[in-house]
């Protein structure tokens, strides 16, 4: 079998329905590969100016090491079970078909379009950017991969930059950030069909919930060296007010 180059992409998912949410809900889903995603930084407090890291924590939950090997024919080093039996084609509205072959496998990344960094394509404060060059994205992980039971992999999933150079002060904030590995193959007519080996978010159930991604924008704070000579300024201008007073009281005395 003849393994094509892995499939890199970011999918971004439009704000959705609540009927089209239950809908992915009740999806079939893929075996339960032990991963699972959390933000590392949940909260933190950033200046009007200052380019914010979106890392993701991906925790192996599993007894058994969670593996993948984007060099090997299929199942591409994934646990037994793991491996989707069916794929789609939905520009062909095919949907829940058996695979006869598999033809390769990528990453990828997604997230929903439910924040209020980006705005949803609406004139957001912030637009992201993926750094795919970092040895440390989800993208360039080396492969054969293993993550130990209990192992943890900080992955650096995005960079939100403010439109302008600065944002307005408030709390901003994101919910459903993730990655997978998905694979592609053909039905038995031939018909290239694609499936998700496993997705993990940050957000279980797709739903927004105690797993948010907030920032506070504040407006500039003065660095330190400026801080200081503004101390020093005011203490002279004490000093001086100060010895004014005394000398004013001597006069009169």
Known sequence: MTLTLAR?????????????????????????????????DPTGTVGPGDVI?????LTSTGSDPFTFDL??????????????????????????????SYT??????FRFCEDTFEGCGTGGAYVLTTPFASPDVWFNVMSPFSLAPG??????????????????????QLFNYGVGLSVTGLSLDGVTLRAD??????????????????????AVIPE????????????????WTGRRQRSVSLNRG
């Open 104 to 109: 390769g496998a990528g990453l990828f990344t």
């Open 8 to 40: 890199k992409t970011a999918r971004t998912l439009a704000a959705a329905s609540l009927a089209a949410l239950c809908a992915l809900a009740t999806a079939p889903a893929a075996a339960d590969v032990g991963l699972s995603a959390t933000f590392r």
């Open 151 to 172: 192992a943890t992999l900080d992955v650096l999933f995005g960079q939100l930059s403010p439109v302008g150079g600065n944002a307005a002060p408030g709390v901003y």
């Open 71 to 100: 060099n090997e024919d299929f199942p591409y080093g994934l646990a037994p079970g793991a491996e989707p039996l069916v794929g789609n084609n939905p520009a062909l509205g095919l949907f829940g078909v058996p695979f006869d």
């Open 224 to 239: 330190p060296a400026s801080l200081l000579l503004m101390l020093g300024g005011l203490g002279a201008v004490a000093a």
């Open 53 to 57: 890291d979106v890392w993701i924590t």
């Open 197 to 218: 080996a496993f997705a993990v978010s940050t957000c279980a159930g797709l739903l927004p919930g105690d797993c948010s991604f907030d920032r506070t924008v504040v």
